[in-house]
């Protein structure tokens, strides 16, 4: 069975940084794009970021409103995705969901909170 | 970016009837799209992608059609457990973008 697991979400102050893991089980990580999608009441449904494969050069794309601030990267022998977030700020509170990538997004983690306020 | 429209925020329907969700594309995504449900309390489930392949363990009761820019989500058959949010999304290019969603609600 797969399995995406999120932890790292919490409060944090404005301009802040958090870091957000996502461990994967039951399917082979290192074979998969990854990608992290965030969800708010304002917004709707919002893709972050994704990560391609070590045969990809670990190719990585973000979202225009993330570029700069955040960094996706993978650890294959953990089967651990990451989140680095930095220059935090309110618009970047809601629910974060790690999720791998098969032509859609085909499995979604549980997904971890992110409060961004002071 | 393109933007995907479901012009229905809510829509009604019975048990047994069949309800059909719309999706427009502010351009041309041949058939790169996908719908998924989201359950009160739950992540989002991949239901259809390139616009009609069910997902694995998916009933038939869906049914996903459409290409370049207009794109259906049909349910037959509605039942009880259907209540949920339906959203599409494309993914044909970066970034992929998501409709707003259309609440199904269940009379």
């Known amino acids: 069975e797969v399995k995406l697991e999120e932890s790292g979400g919490g409060l944090v102050q404005p301009g802040g940084s958090m870091k957000l893991s996502c461990v994967a089980s039951g399917f082979t990580f290192s074979n998969y794009w990854m990608s992290w999608v965030r969800q708010s009441p304002e917004k709707g449904l919002e893709w972050v970021a994704e990560?391609?494969?070590?045969?990809?050069?670990?190719?990585?794309h973000y979202a225009e409103s993330v570029k700069g601030k955040f960094t996706i990267s993978r650890d294959d022998s953990k089967s651990r995705l990451y989140l680095q977030m930095n220059s935090l700020r309110a618009e970047d509170t809601g629910i974060y969901y790690c999720?791998?990538?098969?032509?859609?997004?085909?499995?979604w983690g549980q997904g971890t909170s992110v409060t961004v306020s002071s | 970016d393109i933007v995907m429209t479901q012009s229905h925020k809510f829509m009604s329907t019975s048990v047994g009837d069949r309800v059909s969700i719309t999706c427009k594309a502010s351009q041309d995504v041949s058939t790169a799209v996908a719908w998924y449900q989201q359950k009160p309390g739950q992540s989002p489930k991949l239901l259809i992608y390139w616009a009609s392949t069910r997902h694995t363990g998916v009933p038939d009761r869906f049914t996903g059609s459409g290409s370049g820019t207009d794109f259906t989500l049909t349910i037959s058959n509605v039942q009880a457990e259907d209540l949920a949010l339906y959203y599409c999304?494309?993914?044909?290019?970066?970034?992929?973008?998501f409709g707003s969603g259309t609440k199904l609600e269940i009379k």
């Open positions: 999720i791998r990538l098969v032509y859609a997004m085909d499995h």
């Open positions: 999304q494309q993914h044909y290019f970066t970034p992929f973008t």
């Open positions: 990560i391609r494969l070590k045969s990809d050069n670990y190719g990585t």
